[in-house]
């Protein structure tokens, strides 16, 4: 099966490489053309323009930024729009509003191409080992021709129906993701400041019990990888997974990138818009999209740190309080209408 494969951040990379270890043929894209130089080593072939890409293989994928990425890919000079057609199909599995998933949908069948949105759930490493959730909808033909590759790129693959829903459920998924992460970080700082040791937070937090495999303790307490300890039981209320891969990092200030900051607060601020939208209101997904502005961090920090560097921010915060130095904005939706200002 040959592909089409446009944007070569983080996750583009790691998901064409997986398409070309399991033997597709893979032509990609991407803006810096020297991002294509490994996968090139590894068998891809290189399109120019995004057109080029679309006009050789009958499937493209794209995994791009946000709107405006990906609203540019298709309909700039040299656009997918210039080469889809009859017999062609166009799959962007970038997280986007449902809004842009439905103008570039409209855009591709007016051109007689088929269009499917395909956001992921998961990050750097779900997608280099394979293990995303794919939240799909729209053309239920080109979704089915498509079930090879989404069952290389991952674990589970959901069909949702009419477009915009895949785009709103991963806005969901990401909305109750980053609340969760801020609850988190909140909680380890607390710990930290009132005497407790965060480790052993995490600990009760995962509350795992070493069942069967003798290594499970070196994996867990000494090498802090709990999510390789496959027999391990969670036995506590709000053990995830999330908690698991994440709190070992947090834990030693390692904020490599795997899921960039400024991606989560852009998929924060979409899904407080679709709140807008239909009048439901969420105060803590607002208080989540404000603790974390990009003036706290410099820019080439927060463009780059990961999502888990929230706990970053939130020591901060809490510093800056102590100092009388903190002036706390406003918590509010993405048209401003909840406003609840902290009391310093």
């Given at each position: 099966?040959?592909?089409?494969?446009?944007?070569?951040?983080?996750?583009?990379?790691?998901?064409?490489?997986?398409?070309?270890?399991?033997?597709?043929?893979v032509t990609?894209?991407?803006?810096?053309?020297?991002?294509?130089d490994?996968?090139?080593?590894?068998?891809?072939?290189?399109?120019?323009?995004?057109?080029?890409?679309?006009?050789?293989?009958?499937?493209t994928?794209?995994?791009?930024?946000?709107p405006?990425?990906?609203?540019?890919?298709?309909?700039?000079?040299?656009g997918?729009?210039?080469?889809?057609g009859?017999?062609?199909?166009?799959?962007?599995?970038?997280?986007?509003d449902?809004?842009?998933?439905?103008k570039?949908?409209?855009?591709?069948?007016?051109?007689g191409?088929?269009?499917?949105?395909?956001?992921?759930?998961?990050?750097k490493?779900?997608?280099?080992?394979?293990?995303?959730?794919?939240?799909?909808?729209g053309?239920?033909?080109?979704?089915?021709?498509?079930?090879?590759?989404?069952?290389?790129?991952?674990?589970?693959?959901?069909?949702?129906?009419?477009?915009?829903?895949?785009?709103?459920?991963?806005?969901?998924?990401?909305?109750?993701?980053?609340?969760?992460?801020?609850a988190?970080?909140?909680?380890?700082?607390?710990?930290?400041?009132?005497?407790?040791?965060?480790?052993?937070?995490?600990?009760?937090?995962?509350?795992?019990?070493?069942?069967?495999?003798?290594c499970?303790?070196?994996?867990y307490?000494?090498?802090?990888?709990?999510?390789?300890?496959?027999?391990?039981?969670?036995?506590?209320?709000?053990?995830?997974?999330?908690?698991?891969?994440?709190?070992p990092?947090?834990?030693?200030?390692s904020?490599?990138?795997?899921?960039p900051?400024?991606?989560?607060?852009?998929?924060?601020?979409l899904?407080?818009?679709?709140?807008?939208?239909?009048?439901?209101?969420?105060p803590?997904?607002?208080?989540?999209?404000?603790?974390?502005?990009?003036p706290?961090?410099?820019?080439?920090?927060?463009?780059?740190?990961?999502k888990h560097?929230?706990?970053?921010?939130?020591?901060?915060?809490?510093?800056?309080k102590?100092?009388g130095t903190?002036?706390?904005?406003?918590?509010c939706?993405?048209?401003?209408?909840?406003?609840?200002?902290?009391?310093?």
């Open positions: 099966m040959e592909v089409g494969f446009l944007g070569l951040g983080i996750m583009g990379k790691a998901m064409a490489a997986n398409l070309l270890r399991h033997g597709f043929r990609v894209w991407n803006r810096t053309l020297s991002k294509c490994e996968l090139v080593a590894m068998g891809a072939a290189v399109g120019d323009t995004p057109a080029s890409v679309v006009a050789k293989c009958k499937y994928i794209a995994m791009l930024s946000d405006s990425a990906a609203l540019s890919v298709v309909f700039d000079k040299d997918v729009l210039e080469q889809i009859e017999g062609k199909g166009y799959v962007d599995m970038s997280t986007v449902a809004a842009t998933s439905c570039i949908s409209e855009a591709v069948k007016q051109k191409g088929a269009f499917v949105e395909a956001p992921v759930s998961g990050s490493k779900p997608a280099e080992d394979g293990q995303l959730v794919i939240l799909a909808a053309d239920k033909a080109l979704y089915d021709d498509m079930v090879p590759a989404f069952d290389v790129l991952g674990k589970k693959s959901f069909f949702l129906g009419e477009m915009g829903n895949g785009a709103k459920m991963k806005l969901v998924v990401n909305m109750i993701m980053g609340s969760m992460m801020n988190f970080s909140e909680g380890l700082c607390l710990a930290d400041k009132s005497g407790l040791s965060p480790q052993t937070l995490l600990d009760v937090l995962v509350l795992c019990l070493v069942m069967q495999h003798p499970c303790y070196f994996l307490y000494q090498i802090k990888q709990p999510w390789l300890c496959f027999d391990l039981q969670d036995l506590g209320a709000i053990a995830n997974p999330m908690f698991k891969m994440k709190g990092s947090m834990l030693q200030g904020y490599n990138p795997a899921f900051l400024k991606h989560q607060q852009k998929d924060m601020r899904a407080l818009s679709l709140g807008d939208e239909n009048a439901v209101s969420m803590v997904a607002a208080a989540s999209n404000e603790v974390c502005p990009s706290l961090l410099p820019s080439k920090h927060y463009n780059k740190a990961n560097a929230t706990r970053h921010w939130i020591s901060g915060i809490q510093e800056s102590k100092l903190w002036r706390p904005g406003f918590f939706s993405a048209r401003g209408a909840e406003r609840h200002r902290w009391s310093g």
